[in-house]
């Protein structure tokens, strides 16, 4: 499929947003940085370069001062806590998960409080109080936890559930974890996304992206690139900073 064929189903979807004089907003997750790499600088030009606002959840027990004094000048970054250490604390048997019941539910709240404090010391201003936990996996009964901790938001993957805190989810993943571990075909990441803006549509949230620049094959560079492209100055898009998306969720609650 030729490159324009693979964009198709997202052109056709964003003509309609135009034609309906409304724009489909867009935010970018990246997960599990701890330190400055140069898949991180691409990540960075990338965003820099298209104006494109990201948020990079990060893991705080392995980062420190190197990576905060890499972002100091990407103004377009925005630092979110991913978990505690991202280790895996459920049996074999069930699929990985930092933030469960496989722990008594103070030493989990324990790590995640002193994520939220590790992550606001290193990067001040350019935190937000927004948990990601490892893998998208928290268990449900954890949830009430996160707003005394500090915390004001959360994101994982997939559709919204009703939960104790403001949900603002990734939606679409540019990577094949179960087969290449490389990027997804590109015509089926264009595919998922305008699927997901047609939802948007009818009312939905924000398409969340999410990405992962420590495993990034080309592919995955080119995608990300070409999206950018696609997307950045076009009339009816709109790449939003989760400040922005959090705030706008406070306000229709209120
Ligand atoms: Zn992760």
Redesign the pocket.
Known sequence: MNRDAAWLPLTMELARWEDAGRTAEFWLRD??AVEPTEPLDRLLGLTEKFGVPATL?V?PAFTGKALAIRLAGASQVTVAV?GWS?ENHAPDEEKKQELGRHRERGMVRDDLGRGLFHITNLHGPRMVPLLVP??NRIHPDLLPDLMPLGFTALSVFGPAKPAAIRTINSNVDLMDWHGTRGCRDHGLIARDIAAQLAQAFEGGDAVGILT?HLVHDEAAWVFLEDLFELTAGHRACGWRSIRELIATGEEAAR
Do not use: Y
């Open positions: 997960d599990d959840a893991i991913h991202h490892p893998w992962h």
